[in-house]
């Protein structure tokens, strides 16, 4: 069972970029996906996160209006797009997933997920 994230590169500042999360080894279309990050000195904090059937979404206040994540359960995939980049966007994301989406809270505890991705380098530039 693996999650994969890619998709993160260089921008610059007000710039795009969408980073994925493939998913195998297992059918994920009835887990909520959550999208994290975390840069230098920092903890891993919760940027977006999406339900099982994609029909309900939420969002950390840093990144309402700008980031929209978004699943194919066809291909077992979800996605961030992230418009309007700024400096302090600069991460490594990660994606995650809970089985149990009635448990999610953008406060749950991480060791409550129940699979996590690599993390793919998001850096803004000025």
């Known amino acids: 069972v693996q999650l994969q994230a890619s998709g993160g590169g260089l921008v610059q500042a007000g710039g795009s970029l969408r980073v994925s999360c493939a998913a195998s080894?297992?059918?994920?279309?009835?887990?909520?996906m959550v999208w994290f990050r975390q840069s230098l000195r920092k903890e891993r904090e919760f940027v977006a996160a999406i339900s099982w059937s994609g029909g309900g979404t939420y969002y950390a206040d840093s990144v309402k209006g700008r980031f929209t994540i978004s699943r194919d359960q066809a291909k077992n995939t979800m996605h961030l797009q992230m418009n309007g980049l700024k400096l302090e966007d600069t991460a490594v994301y990660y994606c995650?997933?809970?089985?149990?989406?009635?448990?999610?809270?953008?406060?749950?505890?991480?060791?409550?997920?129940?699979?996590w991705g690599q993390g793919t380098q998001v850096t803004v530039s000025s």
């Open positions: 995650a997933a809970l089985e149990d989406g009635f448990r999610f809270s953008p406060h749950l505890s991480l060791l409550e997920y129940d699979f």
């Open positions: 080894g297992r059918d994920f279309s009835t887990y909520a």
